[in-house]
């Protein structure tokens, strides 16, 4: 299974953030398996932001959870990243990964966003 990240490298402040993670080799609707996003700003630690699952539900986390969305298109196989209203604090490496178990199984490479005007 393979995980590519896409979208925008540079957003400007208050704008949406709007990411895409295309997944090949393997289905999203696998059952048990929850399709997350995760960024990590420079010099600071992995962030869990949310996942969306296997069966469609959602899960955000509390501190992003009123910014945040995660949807998907099973017909392409992917799922999509918003983040509205978007400060330079959210200047991060995006990644997108598969977990089952709660084991991180598939990550995607990672891709660089900047909030800057």
């Known amino acids: 299974v393979q995980l590519q990240e896409s979208g925008p490298g540079l957003v400007k402040p208050s704008q949406t953030l709007s990411l895409t993670c295309t997944v090949s080799g393997g289905s999203i609707t696998t059952n048990s398996y929850f399709w997350t996003w995760i960024r990590q700003p420079p010099g600071k630690g992995l962030e869990w932001m949310g996942a969306?699952?296997?069966?469609?539900?959602?899960y955000y986390s509390p501190s992003l959870k009123s910014r945040t969305s995660i949807s998907r298109d099973t017909s392409k196989n992917q799922f999509t990243l918003q983040l509205s209203s978007v400060t330079p604090e959210d200047t991060a490496v995006y990644y997108c990964?598969?977990?089952?178990?709660?084991?991180?199984?598939?990550w995607g490479q990672g891709t660089q966003v900047t909030v800057s005007s």
């Open positions: 969306i699952a296997y069966s469609g539900s959602t």
């Open positions: 990964a598969g977990e089952k178990l709660s084991l991180y199984k598939y």
